[in-house]
């Protein structure tokens, strides 16, 4: 579908069936007072927003930018967008924005609180909703944002969202010293946040850390030198069904949790972070041993600012952030490969794989809607 200058093109996708996705076109109203109208000019598209897709209806993930359509809804992505209309006297035309948008050409946004660092989206339909997800942060003022860095943006789209969660699981677990298990098991384990968490992990090497994964990427998780054994999914029985463990369960495969529940007697805890394996996601119920959790980081971000101030969570996000991007940027262990893809043919056919877990793990996919001059 050719985009219009004046109309907003959005993706969206069946909620309750994933595969099935559609193009539609509307076209722009005029913004009411203090509104802004941003561009989406690129966004990430990974496991984690097949997990937004996959617990939309359960974490309210349809809500910030609703269709207006009952079955159908619009993934939220992380990327940078710029203000094409304003008519907000702290927000300009021109600035340049990382936060959370649709998959979609532009969005109107309500900008409260804006200074320098950015400002909050105060929609009405997002007030119930978390704060985390609902800001936007000015590029020129932030301080994860390194002009002098290489795919600077690409970098942030694709591991930001995902790392942050890496660090505050890590710090969660850290917090409570591992619940008294000796070893962590991440399934997913080829994926990017489970990647980020095995990597902060290894550097307290409080615990033995297993990834699982599927054979066909056993060899790639191995070369990220995060995990300490890395097995597939069928090999649970190499894992000595007395060790004190926790789980942390980025693939949602129902069945895998009930076969690590069952295997482990002294399974410490289990939380379930994410959904990957779409086609397998179900319910804790009945399950041995302890009762699994969903694992909400905003959770952890405001116990956190509690605890240590806001400048300070903020201090320490950032240095953690700035070392991990140095481990995955240089040349030894450069396995993030991003890849610029455009227009709606593009974005279909990126959804499709990384929906089926087709996509390549050292894949990047950053994602626009418009299609490339």
């Known amino acids: 579908m050719k985009k219009t200058s004046a109309a907003t093109s959005q993706f969206l996708v069946k909620k309750d069936e994933l595969a099935t996705t559609k193009i539609r076109e509307l076209a722009y109203s005029a913004l009411a007072a203090d509104q802004v109208r941003v561009r989406v000019d690129r966004f990430a598209l990974t496991s984690n927003n097949i997990t937004y897709a996959a617990f939309g209806h359960a974490m309210n993930y349809w809500q910030f930018f609703p269709s207006g359509e009952d079955d159908w809804g619009i993934i939220p992505v992380w990327g940078f967008g710029t203000v094409t209309e304003s008519t907000h006297a702290d927000v300009v035309v021109g600035e340049r924005f990382y936060g959370y948008y649709p998959m979609a050409s532009d969005v109107v946004l309500s900008p409260a609180k804006a200074n320098p660092r950015g400002f909050a989206d ?6 119930a909703l978390h704060a985390v997800y609902n800001q936007y942060v000015n590029c020129a003022t932030d301080p994860f944002y390194d002009k002098a860095a290489a795919n600077t943006e690409d970098i942030q789209a694709l591991l930001r969202p995902l790392f942050i969660t890496s660090w505050l699981i890590d710090d ?9 298990a000796t070893t962590a098991v991440l399934s997913s384990a080829s994926s990017k946040t489970a990647y980020g968490t095995a990597h902060e992990m290894k550097k307290l090497g409080d615990v033995q850390v297993i990834g699982l994964t599927s054979s066909a990427n056993v060899a790639f998780c191995e070369s990220l030198g995060c995990y300490d054994q890395v097995l597939t999914y069928d090999q649970l029985d190499k894992i000595d069904s007395a060790t004190s463990l926790v789980y942390v369960d980025f693939a949602g ?15 410490k805890y289990s939380c379930s972070i994410g959904g990957t394996h779409v086609t397998d996601l179900g319910s804790g119920r009945d399950l ?3 009762k699994p959790v969903l694992f909400f980081a905003p959770a952890q971000v405001k116990k956190r600012t509690e605890e240590w101030g806001g400048a300070e969570f903020g201090k320490r996000m950032v240095q953690a952030w700035q070392s991990f991007t140095t481990s995955v940027t240089t040349a030894k262990l450069a396995w993030l490969q991003p890849q610029y893809q455009s227009g709606f043919a ?28």
């Open 122 to 127: 105060g929609s009405p339909h997002r007030a």
């Open 172 to 180: 969660f677990f850290a917090d409570n010293q591992f619940f008294g």
């Open 253 to 267: 495969n129902a069945s895998l949790r009930r076969s690590i529940h069952a295997s482990f007697p002294n399974l």
């Open 288 to 290: 041995v041993g302890v």
């Open 346 to 373: 593009a974005v279909t056919e990126t959804y499709a794989q990384v929906l089926s877990g087709r996509s390549d793990p050292r894949m990047g996919h950053i994602l626009s809607i418009h299609e490339a001059a």
